[in-house]
């Protein structure tokens, strides 16, 4: 599977912003995918994830401000990130996780820089 990231960029505090990660190669394989950020000199963080049925997890952190959807006739996913903050400030990464040949992976996009000035 491979995966790649668009939609990042800078913005204001308060602002918004709209990921968009499109999956390719196996995608019949993938179960969950899902947004991680880092941010310098901390570690990777899961920010949400969403399964193929729909259900989704949110870091506390971004609940109420950030929605993760998922267009699976696509195979694509979405961040939808509002009343964005400083800290939010990351590069984002998009992930997928599924089961081929009986071997689970985690797959990765190459990242996106999200910038929030405050």
């Known amino acids: 599977v491979q995966l790649v990231e668009s939609g990042g960029g800078l913005v204001q505090a308060g602002g918004s912003l709209r990921l968009s990660c499109t999956a390719s190669g196996t995608v019949s394989s993938i179960s969950a995918m899902g947004w991680y950020r880092q941010a310098p000199g901390k570690q990777r963080e899961l920010v949400a994830d969403?399964?193929?049925?729909?259900?989704?997890n949110y870091a506390d952190s971004v609940k109420g401000r950030f929605t993760i959807s998922r267009d699976n006739a696509k195979n694509m996913v979405y961040l939808q990130m509002n009343s964005l903050k400083p800290e939010d400030t990351a590069v984002y990464y998009c992930?997928?996780?599924?089961?081929?040949?009986?071997?689970?992976?985690?797959?990765w996009g190459q990242g996106t820089q999200v910038t929030v000035s405050s």
């Open positions: 969403i399964s193929r049925h729909g259900s989704t």
């Open positions: 992930n997928a996780k599924g089961v081929v040949t009986f071997r689970q992976y985690d797959a």
